[in-house]
Structure formats: structure tokens, C-alpha cells
């Protein structure tokens, strides 16, 4: 019997070579029309920490965060955070 090849593809070097994601906070903001102070506020979280989120600056995504920020945003996880492959890179 031959062997079965693993239909998936091995991780490259670079964590670079992954892919990214991209958060929507500043845009989903915008488009609610909510500041800072106010999305702070509501989701009981620091201005510093929402700030890196909304500047993409975080190193890993917190679920309870992201929970927060649907919630108050009433956005779907989808919304707030895109997937994008290396290739659209």
C-alpha cells in the first residue's frame, strides 16, 4: 500500500513568511463614529493598550480583548480582524 502524502504544507523560516493579519479597530471606530476616550470607557481597558491595537502594534491578540471590542463595537470577529496570506502580501 503507498504512503498517504500529508496534505499539509510545512511552516516556512520566517514567521514573516506566514501571512499577516490586519485589525480594523481605527476604521470600525470611525465608522461608529467613537473615540478613544469612549471605546476606553466601555471596554474598561487602557487608552495604551486600545491604542496598540488600533495601530496594529500588538504581538498577540487577546481573546477576551477581542471579545471586548465585538461587544461594544457590535462587530463580528471577522469585522475586526482579516487574515491575509503571503502571497497578498
Known amino acids: 500500500m503507498p504512503k498517504k502524502e500529508n496534505p499539509l504544507r510545512q511552516l ?3 514567521s514573516d513568511e506566514y501571512g499577516t493579519f ?3 479597530l481605527a476604521e470600525l471606530m470611525e465608522q461608529r463614529g467613537v473615540s478613544m476616550n469612549q471605546l476606553s470607557f466601555r ?6 493598550q486600545l491604542r496598540n491595537y488600533r495601530d496594529e502594534k500588538v504581538q498577540r491578540l487577546d481573546i ?6 465585538c461587544y461594544v ?3 463580528d470577529l471577522n469585522e475586526l480582524i482579516e487574515y491575509i496570506p ?3 502580501i
Open 43 to 48: 471596554t474598561e481597558m487602557q487608552r495604551t
Open 12 to 14: 516556512p523560516a520566517s
Open 86 to 88: 503571503p502571497k497578498e
Open 64 to 69: 477576551d480583548i477581542l471579545k471586548r471590542l
Open 73 to 75: 463595537l457590535e462587530c
Open 22 to 24: 490586519k485589525i480594523h
